[in-house]
């Protein structure tokens, strides 16, 4: 779906905890035998936290983002909480990110944009048509997920995969005579898979006070094959909407940037004609780290040259709901 709008990264950040969590040490907690999570996954290694707060991550990503655009975080206009992990269920994770920042009395508004897997995505969107209206001029879009505290053992496909990372950009209006733009959007929705992936805790459904609240309700599960099943029967139809050809071939796209799902997903996008070259990885040394990945990925193939200025980019990925998102876009 053609939306042309004036969109510019101005600036990028990442943060990672230094904890490093090689394969072998989640073979153990999950009972699996030696080398399965790499075999199955291509996970070798992984970040987790350890006394790190999401938004403490997010703050140190923004700062090095702002860093780059030669902004003061108080020239911010709006700062968006792009997050599949939240810190805490009140306040909204934005609010602690711009006090992370030292913001707490600047009264810049701060908010969440929640689809999971897909935030970063969905928020670069928001953030494009904030900007076309002129409302904001510099919009700070932080993406920090700790998602290791929710793993469950017994899960293990799902366990091995997650990692914790954070990364921010800061995005202004293009102007007129520069070719960053973000040229297609699109986000579709799929509620029947909406247990297909999920953290059934923490919410007013199960809550802890609840006497049939069970402590595994609190953490993380996914239905992998399901999901791919899903992914499967939706994909094609969906490039074809997000950018006519590109469920047979890249067309002029340069780079792909997808989020980190999976071993397995990652090699799905081969199917569509795609060159591996020219897909991002960062699955095997990071993992999957929720909404964090795909920043994660565009940071190390900027930092790394394989996306420069005037470069087409595609952002892509699935999230729990069951959601699917894409976004072209003009470095």
């Known amino acids: 779906m053609q939306v042309n709008l004036p969109l510019k990264i101005i600036g990028l950040g990442r943060y990672l905890p230094p904890r490093v969590v090689p394969s072998s ?13 790499e075999r199955r996954n291509g ?42 992990t939240a810190e805490q269920a009140i306040p909204d994770t934005g609010a602690l990110i711009q006090r992370q920042l030292g913001l707490g009395k600047s009264g810049i508004p701060a908010m969440t944009v929640h689809t999971t897997c897909l935030s970063f995505v969905a928020a670069m969107d928001v953030a494009a048509n904030f900007l076309q209206t002129g409302r904001y001029k510099n919009i700070l879009i932080a993406s920090a997920d700790v998602a290791s505290c929710g793993i469950n053992p017994k ?10 990372a954070a990364a921010a950009v800061v995005v202004t209006r293009s102007k007129d005579v520069e070719a960053s733009r973000l040229l297609h959007a699109h986000f579709k929705t799929y509620g029947e898979g909406a247990y297909l992936t999920a953290i059934m805790g923490g919410g007013s459904g199960r809550h802890p006070r609840y006497p049939d609240h069970r402590p595994e309700d609190d953490l993380f599960h996914m239905d992998g094959p399901a999901v791919l099943r899903m992914v499967r029967e939706i994909g094609d139809d969906f490039l074809e909407e997000l950018y006519p050809g590109l469920s047979k071939s890249l067309l002029d796209i340069d780079v792909v940037v997808p989020h980190q799902a999976s071993k397995v997903g990652l090699l799905m996008l081969t199917r569509f004609g795609w060159p591996q070259q020219k897909i991002m990885h960062t699955l095997e040394w990071l993992g999957n780290c929720v909404a964090a990945s795909i920043p ?12 420069r200025r005037g470069n087409k980019v595609l952002l892509a990925g699935t999230g729990a709901g069951l959601s699917i998102g894409g976004l072209v876009l003009t470095f």
């Open 43 to 84: 996970v070798r290694e992984r970040r987790w936290v350890t006394d790190e707060t999401s938004s403490f991550m997010a703050a140190q990503a923004a700062c090095e983002a702002l860093d780059e655009a030669g902004l003061t975080p108080r020239q911010l206009d709006l700062i968006i909480n792009a997050s599949g």
């Open 155 to 164: 899960e293990p496909e799902s366990a091995s995969l997650v990692g914790d």
């Open 296 to 307: 994660v990925t565009l940071y190390q193939a900027v930092r790394d040259g394989n996306i």
């Open 25 to 37: 040490e989640l073979e153990k907690i999950c009972g699996v035998p030696a080398g399965w999570v």
